[in-house]
């Protein structure tokens, strides 16, 4: 148990599905970040949430919506989603300057999209 | 921008073997230097991290010096262990919110 928990551990979907990925941390930080994490390809950051605010937005495609409804809790919506966006997706928590800590991540949900 | 280049993989070490996993930064101003492993199946955990030049990170036998002149961190462990397998990605704390950039990782195999 690393003190962010990721639910589901594992989902397959359909492209016309809609389905959310929830991460949870009782780590007392204030900034959490979604990664995504593609064979071959270095680890991706797509949002960053600081206080609740999103202040970072990798121009991630608008089929994934990201909420953060307070510091505890991210989640990930994903509508309408290409095979290519089948990867592991990995939440992180970190204090708010993460510099000399470090982020804490989940164990993620491995995403199959068929 | 910031950048992290590691060495391609995979290793695959005997046990016991000596390990050196090579990383290299770019970056503007004094970055914090992290390695993270992965074990299968599993997210990212810290495994040790330095904060200023010529700090050494160490944990669990493996260590890492920040050496600003030549812009490295490498990973060493004197003695590698069938449980040390995994992948090993080295990071910085970089760009303007200061998040971490990380390397495209290191697969480390070690036999019996």
């Known amino acids: 148990e690393t003190g962010v928990t990721q639910t589901p551990r594992h989902l397959v979907m359909g492209m016309t599905n809609k389905k959310s990925l929830k991460c949870e941390q009782h780590l007392g930080h204030n900034a959490m970040y979604w990664y995504k994490q593609s064979a071959k390809k270095p680890l991706e950051l797509m949002f960053v949430?600081?206080?609740?605010?999103?202040?970072e937005n990798n121009s991630v495609p608008s089929r994934f919506s990201p909420e953060c409804p307070n510091s505890s809790h991210l989640f990930l919506h994903l509508h309408t989603l290409q095979p290519e966006d089948s990867a592991l997706y990995l939440c992180a928590s970190s204090q708010e300057a993460p510099g000399d800590y470090g982020y804490t991540f989940g164990s993620g949900t491995r995403l199959t999209v068929v | 921008g910031d950048s992290v280049t590691q060495m391609e993989g995979p290793v695959t070490l005997s046990e016991e073997a000596f390990l050196t996993i090579n990383c290299t930064y770019t970056a503007t101003g004094y970055p914090s230097l992290f390695w993270y492993v992965q074990y299968p199946g599993e997210g990212l955990q810290l495994l040790l991290k330095a904060t200023k030049a010529d700090d050494k990170g160490s944990n669990k036998g493996f260590e890492a010096t920040y050496r600003k002149e030549t812009t490295s961190f490498h990973l060493e462990k004197g003695s590698v262990q069938v449980s040390d397998s995994a992948v090993y990605f080295c990071?910085?704390?970089?760009?303007?919110?200061?998040?971490?950039?990380f390397g495209k990782g290191t697969k480390l195999s070690v036999k019996p």
């Open positions: 949430y600081n206080f609740k605010e999103q202040t």
């Open positions: 990071a910085l704390s970089g760009g303007s919110q200061g998040n971490l950039i």
